[in-house]
């Protein structure tokens, strides 16, 4: 059973969503301010917190930003309807997908279960016989997915779910164009959409941590109008 941690000063959303996780299988612990959710995730992490962003005490930015110093579990934002500025944001500090509100219960059910099904691919199955399992190496990159881990350089790299998707379909077939519609469909299920927004932001903030490892990083290029390529350095 995982459990999420559900973060939103509004008690109404807090009982009501719970109650539709909790009948759907999850176990849900839920806090009504980002301190206090961090004083909980301290001690122990939940396998993936949806975080309202205004919030008193502490927001969901501040809670996010402290939480990608030590984890990279999937992080869900609740979004105000027409703020774009906080969906680009929350994006490129580390979030994996927004839900706007007001939004339908069955759409933030399907985006968890969406979410933890690619946390799952990224670990890989138990055995590690399965092609995505295997450890990847292109030039000065390693992937190991069933440790969920990067190195460039030697140098060990921290990525979300999202980010570690999107890098190992770019780097499986280097020189080879993928589209933006394609990365889409490697990082999110077919029931959720996304908009090319959300993928730039993804892989805006995947080479800003790649470049953290070395500051001459260059293997992402952008094609404008058409998509992304991986080069092997």
């Known amino acids: ?119 799952e691919a990224v670990e890989g199955d138990a055995t590690g016989t399965g092609p995505e399992a295997k450890v990847m190496e292109r030039g000065h990159l390693r992937m190991d997915p069933l440790r969920h881990s990067v190195s460039w350089k030697g140098k060990d790299v921290s990525l979300t779910v999202t980010e570690f998707l999107l890098l190992q379909a770019l780097a499986q077939r280097p020189g080879f164009v993928k589209s933006r519609d394609q990365l889409m469909d490697v990082a999110y299920d077919d029931q959720v959409y996304v908009d090319d927004r959300t993928i730039d932001s993804h892989i805006k903030r995947l080479r800003k941590k790649m470049r953290s490892a070395d500051d001459d990083f260059s293997a992402i290029e952008t094609l404008y109008g058409i998509g992304y390529r991986y080069n092997e350095e």
């Open 1 to 119: 059973m995982s459990k999420i941690a559900l973060v939103d000063d509004d008690r109404n959303i807090l009982t009501s969503v719970s109650m539709t996780l909790e009948a759907e299988g999850f176990e849900v612990e839920t806090y009504n301010d980002g301190q206090a959710a961090l004083d909980a995730f301290n001690k122990k992490l939940p396998d993936m917190a949806v975080l309202d962003i205004k919030m008193p005490r502490m927001d969901g930015m501040d809670l996010l930003q402290r939480l990608r110093q030590k984890t990279q579990m999937p992080v869900i934002f609740l979004t105000s309807k027409d703020d774009e500025i906080d969906e680009v944001l929350g994006l490129r500090m580390g979030a994996d997908d927004y839900v706007k509100k007001p939004f339908s219960q069955r759409l933030l059910v399907e985006r968890i279960r969406a979410l933890l099904r690619r946390q």
